[in-house]
């Protein structure tokens, strides 16, 4: 019995969770049905069958269903955005949603002793407490990719730098692009001159860029984020450095081993001579004996000597 | 009544075992001490060559003679030979850790009531709580300065390289940085060489020593300490294979024996405080009190620290005192844990006990089961031959240094010569590296890429290019996988051998962030190949093998046992790693102990100071104190001329410190028995306030000599040319009765050696005046008699005494 409620609960709320994600204009259509199928199942039950939450006041259950919503919908969100990663541009509207429904539960809203009840009902009044345990998990994912770091003070929307660099991104996989046509990938190492040559700027510019704002979070450190920048930035960049350095092996540093190791043979030469010369000609240090004012009795010596042989 | 055997007994076997001109001066002719128990045991032994002096003292009436014995034999050419482990420097004095109970300190005694004690007691507290708050201050001061030069330099030497790791002309790069680190420990040395040697190394032989009760000249001065702070900085900044953490422990015990002192003499400050304090028995408390402080400040290990002191210094301790020293020690790591919280800006939050932090070590991710104790023994064997192979090495050195490199440029010269060999093997094996990390989810400090792909970094470099401390945490706690075995393999071949040309070097600097470095190489790469051999089915983390190589390296190369657990136990915050650092720090020291012993016991023999260990050498029970002491003494009558006391006092060839004082009778007949015995300070101090007998009948009002009198000139006593008697007061008479000790510890001739070294070290003496059984003196034992044999390879040895 249990894990059918548990089913039809769910389904809905994917079906809300696909609902606002409108840039995926593809909808599958018969997660659409079901969820329908689904939001009708659960009115039934919910209304059919009021016995079974007799504590749980309508206004909480609303609050409840919201949370759920929001959750689902974030999950979908982030899973469907986990690679390449895009998580905090894509996501933040569901994750500032689901913070103010949250919000709404453990807050006192309207009615004061009825929210309080809500509260207690819902977050605490079982082993469980999922609901608690999933915002929780949000929030560390949230803190975990740092998405804090990408977005305005208000958490609204992408910050003006965040902004900026993903255009360069876009435009440098754009030059990517454009200079491999034609040619297909993993074709032969020797064949990207012309990639390096043509976005070797654009790649220096994301490159720069990136490099300014990791210095310009580490010197602002104080405001609470740790070193790194949020993961999407972090990854964009990760992507297109290892297709510049490892799959078009674009960047060659000039290794110039032959002055080095010139220099360096030159640097571990001096010990040498330094002890050499001191050893030749530096006066060796004597340590001038005293004589112990002692009896010298034989049995002593003997008994030293004793040991030696 | 004294008879004096004259027997010539020289077999040819004796005189091919010594020097040839060696021994002749040493024979000197026995003159007093056989009574009837000794009777025969006293046989003079004369060189051929020796004959005409023989002639000279026969015409001495012996029986007169026999008040004042010195020795006025001519010296023979000093025989000069090269240094070798084998001698006893006469630079070297003992401290005084016996009470000289004469009647000055039995008036002052009988004038301070109860409750003036109860101050001192209180006093007492409060210094410790001194030494640790300066003391902490100290290392939150190196820390913070430390990590802003060397962030400095590592940022210039980074942005550098990654200039030119795109335009080429690498060599420019490495030529910075050799200069950089050179330029750096050239200052750090220059002030070490030239200013105040003593400071140079980690410091923990010295205070050992000091412990042990042997007085270094300068070891806990001012000067000192500065010069051991700033040399410290200057040679972690300067990138040399150092660690800051051996010298926290001499800086405690400076800032203790400062403290302690209220004044300073190298401010020439006196504050006019705690001149209770003004004596070795105190201040040697104080000092092991600071160097707790300083283990505690360096490791974040109070307990460790206590056990430290008690380790060098046990032989003088107690509850009250241990209970004071645990004190210090706390207070010394929270200053400075509080301190540096405040510092990195979250206050209150008490993250940073120590210098060094090991790191989080969690039961959960990195515990160990039973199954691999067997395999941390081992470690601690590998620890133990390395430790030795480390120790030999570098015995090698130190002894080509002090035979050669003995002038203070040199000494600049060669410091810098490491500084930049340091440097360079660094690029080289950064540049030959080819193991790249990827940037991301790092705590990589300086990352650099040179010929990494974007995004990377060298993984070489995090070992190379950062301060010893940070890459010991690194090598605990980076994810398995962060390094690949070549590069940890050749890092611990290159590291291993910079580290052992590192120490000794004159500059001032600790070996133990070295060790600790070298061991967590090799135990993580241990770790790395166990969980490969195994197909990484179980002990996964390599951070707990790097840990163990730590602690066993450590354990061989300094053979601490006790205090160094409690330490790698307290830095980890760890409990239940106890039992396996335990017992690879016992392996280690038995392991190593086979080969050779530790490095400061090493680095002590070699400096050639009078160390007296725990317990006589084991085979040494047929020496007698008569075959130890000697003789013949100086000794003083107690009513005594000036002008033999300033004598005596201004003899070179005799530096002696203690006088027996004998009974003055002028019947020459009767027997001089012994009544006390005067230190040389004391009687400088006598001489310079002219307390003589002819004085005190002139002007009853003069000023009664008190003990703070002694206290105030404590414990840089001025030197005897330094004070003027005229030739008049050469005549007057000196009554010492009064200052002298009336009961000086004594043993009997047939007393043997460990019997003597036992009553010596419990005791802390200087001086032990063996006498007949008609309380004559007959000779005089002090450290150096004792120091002199040793158990070495064939048995026991004796070392002779040489001047450096």
Redesign the interface.
């Known amino acids: 019995m249990a894990p059918l409620p548990c089913l039809l609960l769910l389904l809905p709320a994917l079906a809300l969770a696909l609902g606002p994600a409108a840039e995926e204009a593809r909808r599958p259509l018969a997660l659409e049905a079901l969820g329908e199928a689904g939001e009708l199942a659960e009115e039934l039950w919910g209304a059919g069958l009021p016995g079974d939450l007799p504590e749980l006041e309508p206004e909480c259950r609303r609050l409840l269903a919201a949370f759920a919503e929001g959750s689902a919908a974030l999950t979908g969100c982030l899973g469907r955005r986990a690679r390449p990663v895009r998580l905090c541009q894509a996501c933040h509207c569901h994750y500032r949603r689901l913070l103010a429904q949250y919000g709404n539960i453990a807050r006192a809203v309207g009615n004061s002793s009825e929210s309080h009840n809500c509260a207690k009902s819902i977050l605490t009044s079982d082993r469980l407490q999922i609901v608690v345990t999933l915002s929780e998990f949000f929030n560390k994912t949230w803190e975990a990719a740092n998405c804090a770091n990408c977005l305005k003070n208000n958490s609204e929307e992408l910050s003006n730098s965040t902004v900026e660099f993903l255009d360069l991104f876009n435009k440098s996989l754009m030059c990517f692009e454009h200079n491999l046509q034609g040619q297909t990938i993993y074709l032969s190492p020797n064949n990207y001159t012309e990639v390096c040559k043509n976005c070797n700027e654009t790649y220096k510019m994301l490159?720069d860029l990136y490099n300014n704002l990791q210095r310009m979070n580490r010197q602002g450190g104080?405001s609470g984020h740790s070193a790194h920048l949020c993961i999407d930035v972090?990854d964009a960049?990760?992507i297109t450095?290892?297709l510049?350095?490892?799959t078009f092996n674009c960047?060659v540093?000039?290794?110039?081993t032959v002055?080095?190791i010139?220099?360096?043979s030159f640097?571990?030469f001096?010990?040498v001579v330094?002890?050499l010369s001191?050893?030749l000609h530096?006066k060796?240090?004597?340590?001038?004996?005293?004589?112990?004012?002692?009896?010298?009795?034989?049995?002593?010596?003997v008994?030293?000597?004793?040991?030696?042989s | 009544m004294a008879n004096v055997a004259k027997k010539v007994?020289w077999s040819g076997r004796?005189r091919d075992?010594d020097d040839e001109d060696?021994?002749a001066?040493?024979?000197?002719p026995?003159l007093n001490g056989t009574g009837p128990g000794a009777a025969g045991?006293?046989?003079?032994?004369l060189t051929p060559s020796s004959f005409l002096r023989i002639g000279q003292l026969s015409n001495v009436d012996l029986n007169e003679d026999i008040r004042e014995l010195e020795?006025e034999l001519p010296?023979?050419h000093?025989?000069?030979?090269?240094?070798n482990e084998k001698?006893l420097s006469?630079k070297y004095e003992s401290l005084d850790y016996d009470n000289s109970e004469n009647q000055l300190f039995l008036e002052e005694e009988r004038r301070i009531n109860h409750t003036a004690f109860r101050t001192v007691e209180i006093k007492r507290w409060v210094i410790c709580a001194m030494i640790g708050i300066l003391t902490g201050l100290v290392a939150c001061f190196i820390d913070i300065v430390v990590e802003n030069l060397a962030g400095l330099k590592y940022r210039v030497v980074k942005g550098n390289i990654d200039k030119f790791?795109?335009?080429?002309?690498?060599?420019f790069s490495?030529?910075l940085w050799?200069t950089l680190n050179a330029s750096v420990v050239m200052v750090g040395s220059v002030i070490v060489a030239f200013i105040e040697p003593v400071a140079a190394g980690s410091g923990i032989p010295q205070i050992k020593c000091y412990l042990n009760g042997v007085k270094i000249p300068h070891v806990v001065r001012l000067k000192t300490l500065v010069i051991k702070v700033c040399g410290v900085i200057l040679s972690v900044v300067g990138g040399l294979a150092v660690g800051k953490e051996g010298p926290m422990i001499h800086s405690g015990a400076v800032i203790a024996a400062g403290i302690s002192q209220g004044r300073s003499t190298s401010l020439k400050r006196d504050f006019k405080i705690f001149e209770y304090f003004r004596r070795d028995t105190e201040k040697r408390d104080f000092v092991s009190a600071g160097a707790a402080a300083g283990v505690s400040a360096a490791f974040g290990a109070p307990v460790g620290g206590v056990l430290f002191s008690l380790e060098e210094g046990a032989s003088f301790w107690n509850q009250f005192l241990t209970w004071r020293i645990f004190f210090a020690s706390m207070i010394s790591t929270f200053t400075l844990n509080s301190v540096l919280s405040v510092y990195h800006?979250n206050a209150w939050d008490l993250s940073s006990p120590g210098l060094i932090n090991f790191g989080r070590f969690d039961n959960e991710k990195m515990g160990y089961t039973i199954q691999e104790i067997p395999i941390f023994i081992f470690m601690g064997v590998v620890g133990g031959i390395l430790g030795a192979l480390f120790n030999a090495l570098n015995y090698w050195l130190t002894m080509?240094r002090?035979?050669?490199?003995?002038?203070p440029c040199?000494q600049v010269?060669?410091a810098m010569?490491?500084a930049?060999?340091t440097a360079?093997?660094g690029?080289?094996m950064i540049?030959c590296s080819r193991d790249c990390q990827?940037i991301?989810g790092s705590s990589v400090a300086y990352p650099l890429q040179?010929?990494c792909?974007?995004?990377e970094y060298n993984s070489m470099a995090t070992a190379f290019f950062n301060t010893p401390e940070k890459s010991v945490v690194n090598l605990f706690h980076d994810p398995p996988g962060s390094y690949n075995p070549m590069t940890l393999g050749m890092f611990t071949l290159m590291y291993f051998f910079l580290a052992c040309w590192t120490y000794g070097l004159t500059v001032s600097a600790g070996v133990f962030i070295p060790s600790l470095l070298i061991g967590a190489a090799w135990g993580r790469l241990f770790g790395i190949s166990l969980s490969y051999l195994t197909k990484g089915s179980i002990w996964a983390d390599p951070g707990k093998y790097a840990l163990m190589g730590a602690a066993a390296q450590l354990g061989g190369i300094v053979r601490m046992t006790l205090s160094l657990t409690v330490i790698m136990m307290e830095a980890t915050g760890n409990v239940t790693y106890g039992f396996p650092i335990m017992l690879v720090l016992m392996t280690a020291k038995i392991v190593g102990d086979y080969f050779v012993e530790g490095l400061y016991d090493m680095h002590i023999q070699l400096q050639s100071v009078p160390f007296l260990h725990w317990e006589a050498p084991v085979?040494s029970h047929?020496?007698t104190a008569?075959?130890v002491?000697?003789?013949?003494v100086t000794c003083l009558r107690r009513i005594e001329r000036v002008g033999t006391v300033v004598d005596i006092l201004s003899d070179t060839s005799s530096n002696h410190n203690g006088f027996p004082v004998v009974e003055s009778n002028p019947d020459a007949t009767q027997v001089a028995g012994l009544r006390g015995l005067i230190l040389r300070s004391q009687l400088i101090v006598l001489l310079k306030h002219k307390v003589f007998v002819e004085r005190a009948n002139l002007s009853l009002v003069q000023r009664r000599l008190k003990l703070k009198d002694f206290r105030d000139a404590y414990p840089r006593f001025p030197p005897i040319q330094s004070i003027h008697v005229s030739q008049d007061e050469r005549e007057c008479m000196i009554d010492l009765s009064e200052f002298m000790n009336p009961s000086p510890y004594t043993v009997p001739q047939e007393a043997s050696l460990p019997r003597v070294f036992k009553l010596f070290r419990a005791l802390g003496l200087r001086h032990l005046v063996v006498v007949d059984n008609r309380n004559e003196v007959v000779?005089m034992v002090t450290r150096k008699?004792l120091a002199?044999y040793r158990l070495g390879k064939?048995?026991?040895?004796?070392l002779?005494?040489?001047?450096?």
């Open positions: 490159n104080e972090e960049m990760n450095r290892k510049w350095s490892r960047s540093p000039c290794s110039d002055p080095v010139a220099v360096s640097i571990l001096l010990p330094f002890y001191s050893f530096s060796q240090k004597k340590r001038i004996l005293i004589l112990p004012k002692r009896i010298q009795s034989n049995a002593s010596l008994n030293i000597q004793e040991k030696y | 007994s004796d075992d060696g021994r001066g040493e024979t000197t026995l045991g006293a046989r003079q032994v020795t010296r023979q000093p025989n000069e030979i090269p240094h001698l006469l790791t795109e335009k080429g002309g690498l060599s490495l030529l050799a800006g080509f002090i035979r050669y490199i003995h002038r040199l010269v060669e010569l490491v930049a060999v360079t093997v690029f080289v540049y990827p991301q040179l010929f792909a974007d995004g085979t047929s020496l008569r075959e002491m000697s003789t013949p000779g008699d002199r064939e048995g026991l040895e004796e002779s005494l040489a001047q450096t």
